[in-house]
Antibody
Framework: EVQLVESGGGLVQPGGSLRLSCAASGFSFSNYAMSWVRQAPGKGLEWVSTISSSGAGIYYADSVKGRFTISRDNSKNTLYVQMNSLRAEDTALYYC?????????????WGQGTLVTVSS | QSALTQPASVSGSPGQSITISCTGTSSDVGSYDLVSWYQQHPGKAPKLMIYEVSQRPSGVSNRFSGSKSANTASLTISGLQAEDEADYYCCSYAGSSTFWVFGGGTKLTVL
């Protein structure tokens, strides 16, 4: 059974930093692209970033480009996102999502999310 | 404003069929057969219902079907059941620059 467990969320001041993690199990992690998708309170889904299975291909939404860095450790079956220069509009539930062999393929499994609140 | 346009709400009675549209452009929905639909119940994670326009994952009821015409994708739910009441989101691949775009979501109410 595919399991994705996010952690690392919390309350952070504007301009601050946070690193989210996603522990994956139940599938061959190193063979699949992975992504972060967020959902602001009461709002819709917004794609944040995707990383290829090897980590060689990385893609960001314009709204986070230059501030967020996605990475993965295939030896630990873990996905990360380092979030810097956080803004109030980054407040959201951040989901980790499993993709397919190709990064273009849309996600099939999602974690339960970790909440990030940016506020002073 | 979301990149893909969905109706904010739809409703139907048990047993009826409903269709949710997802309108994009020739740069996303119209160019790729990489459209997925997700169901999200309140407080829960999204669940994949349809992928690659019309493919149904294992375990998803055959009451759910997807299609696409030009720049518009559609999700049809037949034989509506109370448990189908949820938010539904479409998503499309949109090329190497924009990558993925989501619709704003549609709230389905089963009357």
């Amino acid at each position: 059974e595919v399991q994705l467990v996010e952690s690392g969320g919390g309350l952070v001041q504007p301009g601050g930093s946070l690193r989210l993690s996603c522990a994956a199990s139940g599938f061959s992690f190193s063979n699949y692209a992975m992504s972060w998708v967020r959902q602001a309170p009461g709002k819709g889904l917004e794609w944040v970033s995707t990383i290829s299975s090897s980590g060689a291909g990385i893609y960001y939404a314009d709204s986070v480009k230059g501030r967020f860095t996605i990475s993965r450790d295939n030896s630990k079956n873990t996905l990360y996102v380092q979030m810097n220069s956080l803004r109030a509009e980054d407040t959201a539930l951040y989901y980790c999502a499993k993709g397919d062999k190709s990064p273009r393929q849309l996600p099939d499994y999602w974690g339960q999310g970790t909440l990030v609140t940016v506020s002073s | 404003q979301s990149a893909l346009t969905q109706p904010a709400s739809v409703s139907g009675s048990p047993g009826q069929s409903i269709t949710i549209s997802c309108t994009g452009t020739s740069s996303d929905v119209g160019s790729y057969d990489l459209v997925s639909w997700y169901q999200q119940h309140p407080g829960k994670a999204p669940k994949l219902m349809i992928y690659e326009v019309s493919q149904r994952p294992s375990g998803v009821s055959n009451r759910f079907s997807g299609s696409k015409s030009a720049n518009t994708a559609s999700l049809t739910i037949s034989g509506l059941q109370a448990e189908d009441e949820a938010d539904y989101y479409c998503c499309s691949y949109a090329g190497s620059s924009t990558f993925w775009v989501f619709g704003g979501g549609t709230k389905l109410t089963v009357l």
